[in-house]
């Protein structure tokens, strides 16, 4: 009997969906583990074999789990809110919610295919009403709340407003907008209605500012920053400028150090944990005030090292800064204004990133320094960033690496106020160590410089020049999109004041529009919604929700997906707790892995939720890679030659659909079908093969060497599927794709096989096992198990595969020996023989 793994594969995959075998039980007395994949955007061009890498990895932990004795959640859903989906619709006309229905049918008939171990009774999507309903209750929650630094919590915003009509604001200790003014009891009550909304906006962890944006003029819509790659947008390629607008912000800053000490407690790789503490990027220092010369205003800066406040030679501006265009002399406005515009066009990241790449200019006035009154130039900058700190740098040349670049670039002085214990050449580079001695710099010489560091704050402090602070690198979250296809913002507008929609009225469905684009006017496409108004009066906010607002909480839903009376029982929040094992990429390191960890610490603070952490271990799967495929084109010939031939000639490589090609030999005929231009096209072959090249690239649509897991399934089967790819290597590295290698996996499951059955009959038997068979048998239990529980699943498959190699040098065909072997194969993949 052959091994028909169709027939096979289809039988049991009807059996499980008919009897839900894969149905996680909420109310049993088993331990529970929960096993969460980060849930896919469904895209048109479905599933490549690179997508189920991670799938596969949770799959066998959750197989394993099961058969362990626990209580297993391994749910799936879908991201379906995203700009793809609108780009088209854009193009076409056709809606979003088509697109996204149709496209999610071909992943889930794929999934399906590959044999997951889903419980798809709790399936989830982002652009179902009935689940961004939470989206929206949730939102609320953060506009009706304001972060309180004495209780280190989030609080209802009614607690706030209490404060204000006893006392004022003068004993708030709150993360609020730092140009928040001080006012009385009695100046509160006077307030209006406007300005109290004003005021309080001030405060709440949702809340409506101003903000330099990344504007995609081509998407119409703002991008996040992990969204712009070079100063074009990641998707599309089009060009993004910097662009200060009114947006719906999340005052994430106020979890920065909750962010930070989280990260402490949680097992998820070390690598993504120092992306997110850079992003986060705590700093200890003193804020430093220095007047502009002939004028009433200051620029202050934020410094780690006061201690070298005698080094200044210059002090530099962001290009964003408010004050640049008020200091800037008429001689110097045309440069200035032009190195602005210029500037802000690049992003914050770009420009972070870009260290080698010094620019800048003078704007013709200057500041006094603060200790001795000397004349210190004012310059523009992009290497200082409006965000992070005051959006201006005092510059010491001689002890800071930017600060030497720029000031070796234009010639500005380098005065040296620090000396290294060993020797150093400051012509050369700076010194940026807190070693050293300090000299040049009047009251602190001779110090070292944590003494010194310490001495400078004091007598910054008693000038009254400044405090010492901390500071962060993180930015609130810009949270409004100018796009359609998002969750809308429960916001409704009466007399220009934004108010939130009862939480009863949930969901505010996204409305028709007659197109997706902005008006002609350039507000967003939901303004063009025909008699949409609260009441049938007053204007909705007109944003919508970014792609990581449905993802910021999902984790949650799979636990309850169907109540329809708050965003999922608290029993059964207390039994799930939070995510046990969690796989997906490190591109989201700070994109929704920070957001989803800022909003679960929000939900703990009111007790919705009783974890800190979405999840306790975090593992970043590896990319599969595409093996590309070239043709050899003879530049100014109507030719193509064999790979062994270009060095013949002057040839241009092509990318060819890997489809074609099988051991680098392209089917010729295939390739004259494929394109125009290659129809009459004359070939030069290798003993009768065109041979191709190959190189190792990233699997995409554009190198042409997707390959989808339906061809792979429908070939080799899916165990084969799943086997290989976890055979590739290990979970976290990333590795090449190559079909060819696959028929050796697959050589495997036969001979697996032929364990079971000999010439068409079923061969196992009763009889007692050997000492041999036994010890191979114990021997593969005690290694696989212990590489499953360390995610060394390529060295699982490689122990299985030596398991079956020696039964079959045995000759085993014992029930004992052979029908224990398959549960550990059914931890690897979906197979049952029977």
Same mark, same amino acid.
């Given at each position: 009997?052959?091994?028909?793994?169709?027939?096979?594969?289809?039988?049991?995959?009807?059996?499980?969906?008919?009897?839900?075998?894969?149905?996680?039980?909420?109310?049993?007395?088993?331990?529970?583990?929960?096993?969460?994949?980060?849930? +896919?955007?469904?895209?048109?061009?479905?599933?490549?074999?690179?997508?189920?890498?991670?799938?596969?990895?949770?799959?066998?932990?959750?197989?394993?789990?099961?058969?362990?004795?626990?209580?297993?959640?391994?749910?799936?859903?879908?991201?379906?809110?995203?700009?793809?989906?609108?780009?088209?619709?854009?193009?076409?006309?056709?809606?979003?919610?088509?697109?996204?229905?149709?496209?999610?049918?071909?992943?889930?008939?794929?999934?399906?295919?590959?044999?997951?171990?889903?419980?798809?009774?709790?399936?989830?999507?982002?652009?179902? +009403?009935?689940?961004?309903?939470?989206?929206?209750?949730?939102?609320?929650?953060?506009?009706?709340?304001?972060?309180?630094?004495?209780?280190?919590?989030?609080?209802?915003?009614?607690?706030?407003?209490?404060?204000?009509?006893?006392?004022?604001?003068?004993?708030?200790?709150?993360?609020?907008?730092?140009?928040?003014?001080?006012?009385?009891?009695?100046?509160?009550?006077?307030?209006?209605?406007?300005?109290?909304?004003?005021?309080?906006?001030?405060?709440?962890?949702?809340?409506?500012?101003?903000?330099?944006?990344?504007?995609?003029?081509?998407?119409?819509?703002?991008?996040?920053?992990?969204?712009?790659?070079?100063?074009?947008?990641?998707?599309?390629?089009?060009?993004?400028?910097?662009?200060?607008?009114?947006?719906?912000?999340?005052?994430?800053?106020?979890?920065?150090?909750?962010?930070?000490?989280?990260?402490?407690?949680?097992?998820?790789?070390?690598?993504?944990?120092?992306?997110?503490?850079?992003?986060?990027?705590?700093?200890?220092?003193?804020?430093?005030?220095?007047?502009?010369?002939?004028?009433?205003?200051?620029?202050?800066?934020?410094?780690?090292?006061?201690?070298?406040?005698?080094?200044?030679?210059?002090?530099?501006?962001?290009?964003?800064?408010?004050?640049?265009?008020?200091?800037?002399?008429?001689?110097?406005?045309?440069?200035?204004?032009?190195?602005?515009?210029?500037?802000?066009?690049?992003?914050?990241?770009?420009?972070?990133?870009?260290?080698?790449?010094?620019?800048?200019?003078?704007?013709?006035?200057?500041?006094?320094?603060?200790?001795?009154?000397?004349?210190?130039?004012?310059?523009?900058?992009?290497?200082?960033?409006?965000?992070?700190?005051?959006?201006?740098?005092?510059?010491?040349?001689?002890?800071?690496?930017?600060?030497?670049?720029?000031?070796?670039?234009?010639?500005?002085?380098?005065?040296?106020?620090?000396?290294?214990?060993?020797?150093?050449?400051?012509?050369?580079?700076?010194?940026?160590?807190?070693?050293?001695?300090?000299?040049?710099?009047?009251?602190?010489?001779?110090?070292?410089?944590?003494?010194?560091?310490?001495?400078?704050?004091?007598?910054?402090?008693?000038?009254?020049?400044?405090?010492?602070?901390?500071?962060?690198?993180?930015?609130?979250?810009?949270?409004?999109?100018?796009?359609?296809?998002?969750?809308?913002?429960?916001?409704?507008?009466?007399?220009?004041?934004?108010?939130?929609?009862?939480?009863?009225?949930?969901?505010?469905?996204?409305?028709?529009?007659?197109?997706?684009?902005?008006?002609?006017?350039?507000?967003?496409?939901?303004?063009?919604?025909?008699?949409?108004?609260?009441?049938?009066?007053?204007?909705?906010?007109?944003?919508?929700?970014?792609?990581?607002?449905?993802?910021?909480?999902?984790?949650?839903?799979?636990?309850?997906?169907?109540?329809?009376?708050?965003?999922?029982?608290?029993?059964?929040?207390?039994?799930?707790?939070?995510?046990?094992?969690?796989?997906?990429?490190?591109?989201?390191?700070?994109?929704?892995?920070?957001?989803?960890?800022?909003?679960?610490?929000?939900?703990?603070?009111?007790?919705?939720?009783?974890?800190?952490?979405?999840?306790?271990?975090?593992?970043?799967?590896?990319?599969?890679?595409?093996?590309?495929?070239?043709?050899?084109?003879?530049?100014?010939?109507?030719?193509?030659?064999?790979?062994?031939?270009?060095?013949?000639?002057?040839?241009?490589?092509?990318?060819?659909?890997?489809?074609?090609?099988?051991?680098?030999?392209?089917?010729?005929?295939?390739?004259?079908?494929?394109?125009?231009?290659?129809?009459?096209?004359?070939?030069?072959?290798?003993?009768?093969?065109?041979?191709?090249?190959?190189?190792?690239?990233?699997?995409?649509?554009?190198?042409?060497?997707?390959?989808?897991?339906?061809?792979?399934?429908?070939?080799?089967?899916?165990?084969?599927?799943?086997?290989?790819?976890?055979?590739?290597?290990?979970?976290?590295?990333?590795?090449?794709?190559?079909?060819?290698?696959?028929?050796?996996?697959?050589?495997?499951?036969?001979?697996?096989?032929?364990?079971?059955?000999?010439?068409?009959?079923?061969?196992?038997?009763?009889?007692?096992?050997?000492?041999?068979?036994?010890?191979?048998?114990?021997?593969?239990?005690?290694?696989?198990?212990?590489?499953?529980?360390?995610?060394?699943?390529?060295?699982?498959?490689?122990?299985?595969?030596?398991?079956?190699?020696?039964?079959?040098?045995?000759?085993?065909?014992?029930?004992?020996?052979?029908?224990?072997?398959?549960?550990?194969?059914?931890?690897?993949?979906?197979?049952?023989?029977?």
């Amino acid at each position: 009997m052959d091994y028909h793994f169709i027939e096979i594969e289809k039988k049991w995959q009807a059996r499980w969906a008919k009897d839900k075998t894969f149905k996680a039980d909420n109310n049993s007395s088993k331990p529970k583990y929960y096993v969460l994949d980060m849930f +896919p955007y469904p895209s048109g061009a479905g599933l490549h074999v690179g997508h189920p890498l991670g799938y596969i990895a949770s799959d066998i932990m959750a197989r394993y789990k099961r058969h362990k004795g626990f209580n297993v959640l391994h749910p799936m859903g879908y991201d379906s809110f995203g700009l793809p989906a609108e780009q088209y619709a854009i193009q076409t006309g056709q809606h979003p919610a088509v697109t996204t229905e149709q496209n999610i049918k071909r992943y889930r008939e794929q999934l399906d295919k590959i044999g997951f171990s889903f419980d798809w009774d709790r399936e989830v999507r982002t652009s179902d +009403p009935q689940y961004y309903k939470w989206t929206q209750w949730i939102f609320i929650q953060l506009f009706n709340s304001w972060y309180n630094k004495k209780s280190d919590k989030a609080e209802k915003i009614e607690t706030l407003i209490s404060e204000f009509e006893k006392n004022g604001n003068a004993n708030v200790d709150a993360c609020c907008d730092e140009e928040t003014k001080s006012f009385s009891a009695e100046q509160w009550k006077t307030f209006s209605e406007k300005e109290k909304s004003d005021t309080l906006m001030q405060y709440r962890i949702a809340y409506l500012g101003e903000a330099y944006v990344n504007w995609c003029p081509a998407l119409g819509t703002v991008l996040a920053n992990d969204e712009v790659k070079d100063g074009v947008s990641e998707r599309g390629g089009h060009p993004v400028e910097r662009k200060l607008m009114k947006q719906w912000s999340m005052r994430i800053t106020a979890y920065a150090q909750r962010l930070l000490d989280g990260l402490d407690v949680i097992d998820w790789p070390e690598s993504l944990k120092e992306s997110q503490r850079y992003w986060i990027g705590r700093s200890e220092g003193t804020s430093l005030k220095f007047k502009i010369q002939n004028s009433k205003e200051s620029i202050e800066v934020f410094t780690t090292r006061p201690d070298t406040i005698f080094g200044v030679s210059f002090v530099t501006l962001a290009p964003e800064h408010a004050l640049v265009e008020k200091i800037t002399t008429a001689e110097q406005k045309a440069t200035v204004d032009e190195y602005v515009t210029k500037s802000k066009n690049r992003s914050e990241r770009e420009r972070q990133a870009d260290v080698t790449k010094v620019s800048g200019v003078f704007t013709g006035s200057y500041v006094e320094h603060p200790f001795t009154g000397k004349q210190i130039p004012i310059w523009v900058g992009d290497y200082v960033l409006a965000g992070y700190g005051t959006g201006a740098v005092m510059a010491v040349p001689a002890h800071d690496e930017r600060d030497f670049r720029f000031a070796t670039h234009f010639g500005l002085t380098k005065p040296q106020v620090i000396t290294p214990p060993s020797e150093h050449n400051f012509e050369e580079n700076s010194w940026d160590e807190k070693e050293g001695t300090l000299i040049n710099s009047d009251f602190l010489n001779g110090l070292n410089v944590k003494a010194a560091i310490k001495k400078a704050i004091e007598e910054i402090e008693k000038k009254n020049l400044g405090s010492g602070k901390i500071n962060y690198r993180l930015r609130d979250a810009v949270f409004g999109r100018q796009r359609y296809w998002g969750e809308p913002i429960p916001i409704y507008y009466k007399n220009g004041i934004p108010h939130a929609i009862p939480e009863n009225e949930l969901p505010l469905v996204l409305p028709e529009v007659d197109k997706f684009l902005p008006t002609e006017d350039g507000e967003p496409p939901l303004a063009r919604a025909k008699g949409w108004k609260y009441k049938n009066e007053f204007d909705y906010e007109w944003t919508t929700m970014p792609g990581w607002a449905g993802s910021s909480w999902y984790f949650l839903r799979y636990m309850d997906a169907n109540n329809d009376k708050t965003i999922a029982d608290k029993n059964l929040m207390d039994y799930w707790q939070n995510v046990d094992l969690y796989i997906g990429g490190s591109e989201h390191a700070t994109g929704h892995l920070l957001y989803v960890r800022f909003w679960t610490k929000f939900l703990k603070d009111f007790g919705y939720i009783p974890v800190d952490e979405p999840a306790q271990k975090l593992i970043n799967q590896g990319m599969i890679q595409g093996t590309s495929t070239m043709v050899h084109r003879v530049n100014n010939q109507n030719k193509i030659v064999s790979a062994g031939f270009k060095k013949n000639y002057d040839t241009t490589m092509i990318h060819v659909d890997v489809n074609m090609v099988d051991n680098n030999v392209v089917d010729v005929e295939a390739l004259k079908k494929w394109r125009d231009d290659f129809a009459d096209i004359e070939f030069e072959l290798e003993n009768g093969k065109l041979m191709c090249s190959t190189a190792v690239e990233k699997m995409s649509k554009r190198w042409y060497n997707v390959v989808t897991p339906d061809s792979i399934c429908e070939y080799y089967g899916a165990d084969t599927l799943r086997l290989y790819e976890m055979f590739l290597g290990p979970l976290e590295q990333s590795k090449p794709w190559n079909t060819n290698g696959i028929t050796g996996v697959s050589g495997f499951l036969k001979k697996l096989w032929r364990l079971f059955y000999a010439n068409n009959t079923f061969t196992v038997t009763d009889v007692e096992p050997t000492k041999a068979e036994l010890k191979t048998l114990h021997k593969t239990i005690k290694k696989i198990s212990e590489d499953i529980e360390r995610f060394s699943y390529n060295t699982s498959v490689s122990n299985f595969m030596i398991c079956v190699n020696e039964l079959t040098e045995q000759k085993c065909n014992k029930h004992a020996i052979i029908l224990k072997v398959l549960p550990m194969l059914n931890f690897l993949n979906s197979m049952k023989l029977i």
